[in-house]
């Protein structure tokens, strides 16, 4: 065991040596800058002035009021699905020119009581209303009114002409 202590002793000191030497920080040498020489300016060539277009004014769609087949649902506010498609393009058209001013006209078919078609007429141009709102138009260009069933655009003897006047209208306010 004497005999290997003292070689080990001897290597593990040549190691240590070693990797001290080896984590001395070494200096870098910067290599200077060479000094900057100005360049000469190159001249450009003169080009001629580049006529300009007459701009022209972009021509604004007039607005589409034209609504119509705002439906909804029997003894309900909740609007049909095709009406979807016809408030998708009112709010479009709303946009265009968001100084004009709407009534919403609720209405109903004649089944069941005068209150509760006005209550449901009124219900239904709200919802209408609420839609809209949501689309990205003022609520205050937007007036609701309740006609219940004193309006129909059919007769309501038939369940075609009743689902007819379950209706909201939008129109320019006077």
């Known amino acids: 065991?004497?005999?290997?202590?003292?070689?080990?002793?001897?290597?593990?000191?040549?190691?240590?040596?070693?990797?001290?030497?080896?984590?001395?920080?070494?200096?870098?040498?910067?290599?200077?800058?060479?000094?900057?020489?100005?360049?000469?300016?190159?001249?450009?060539?003169?080009?001629?002035?580049?006529?300009?277009?007459?701009?022209?004014?972009?021509?604004?769609?007039?607005?589409?009021?034209?609504?119509?087949?705002?439906?909804?649902?029997?003894?309900?506010?909740?609007?049909?699905?095709?009406?979807?498609?016809?408030?998708?393009?009112?709010?479009?058209?709303?946009?265009?020119?968001?100084?004009?001013k709407f009534v919403l006209n609720g209405h109903s078919s004649a089944e069941g009581t005068v209150a509760h078609n006005m209550s449901l007429s009124v219900d239904r141009a709200n919802a209408v209303r609420s839609y809209l709102m949501n689309a990205g138009i003022n609520g205050n260009n937007l007036a609701v009114k309740g006609f219940g069933a004193t309006q129909p655009v059919s007769a309501n003897t038939t369940d075609e002409g009743k689902a007819l006047n379950r209706r909201v209208e939008l129109k320019i306010a006077q």
């Open 1 to 100: 065991m004497k005999l290997l202590r003292t070689p080990l002793l001897l290597a593990g000191a040549g190691l240590l040596v070693f990797s001290l030497q080896s984590c001395k920080t070494k200096k870098i040498v910067a290599k200077p800058n060479p000094p900057v020489v100005a360049a000469k300016p190159v001249e450009k060539p003169v080009e001629a002035p580049v006529e300009q277009k007459a701009e022209t004014t972009p021509v604004v769609e007039k607005p589409d009021f034209n609504f119509n087949n705002i439906q909804f649902e029997f003894n309900s506010d909740v609007l049909k699905t095709a009406s979807i498609e016809t408030l998708d393009k009112a709010a479009r058209e709303m946009k265009k020119d968001p100084s004009v």
